[in-house]
Structure formats: C-alpha cells, structure tokens
C-alpha cells in the first residue's frame, strides 16, 4: 500500500493560480498511473486529471487548458498546475492511485489509494 500526501491547496481569487503536489511513500510510482479527483460542496467525488505511466495525460473538459498534470517519478511526486482558476473548482483535492484496470478510470473503484485532500476555494 502507499501512502499520499497533498499539499498546496489554499484560498484565491477566480483567475489566480495554485500547485497542488501530491507525494508518495510506500511504494514507487512508475508502475501506476495517478489521478486528481476533487469533491465540491454538496457534490460527487468527480476525476479532474489522470496520468499513466507514460505520462499521458486526460482532463475533464472544464479544466482542459487550464490545469496541467504531471509527475516526478524519482521524487514520487504528482502535480497539478492550475491556473484561470474559477469558483466553481472550489473542492476538496485528493490525489489517488490507480490499483485496478478493469473498468473506467473514472470510476473511483479503480483507485486503492487515496490521500486526505487538500482544500482549494476560490473567491469570486
């Protein structure tokens, strides 16, 4: 199992920037593809990022342009770059890791670890 811990969340206003890392402890990261989810106010856990191995990267289409994902492998360490950032990306940020492969990614069933999150909330 590994361990994951998030930092860089905080309070900005709508168009300002934040850097969330995500760093890993336990197992190396190379063999896993890493994900952001986050979960608003009232609202479903919802995947804003993904990375496979590769470093091939999907978002959902309202961060698309905006948020960039990325990783570190020898710092086992998952980023998210978000900039133009918007009220409504106000949530709770997890970064997971992905453990199964036998459905879509945007199932969080696939992922066997999770962090606690780090809260983003940007004022209007």
């Known amino acids: 199992q590994v361990q994951l811990v998030e930092s860089g969340g905080g309070l900005v206003q709508a168009g300002g920037s934040l850097r969330l890392s995500c760093v890993a402890s336990?197992?190396?990261?190379?063999?896993?593809?890493m994900a952001w989810w986050r979960q608003g106010p009232l609202k479903e856990r919802e995947l804003v990022a993904y990375i496979d191995g590769g470093h091939q990267p999907y978002y959902r289409d309202s961060v698309r342009g905006r948020f960039t994902i990325s990783r570190d492998n020898s710092k086992r360490t998952v980023y998210l770059e978000m900039n133009d950032l918007r009220p409504e990306d106000t949530a709770l940020y997890f970064c997971a890791c992905r453990t199964s492969y036998t459905g879509s990614r945007n199932n969080p069933g696939e992922y066997g670890d999770w962090g606690q999150g780090t809260q983003v909330t940007v004022s209007s």
């Open positions: 336990g197992r190396i990261l190379s063999g896993y593809d």
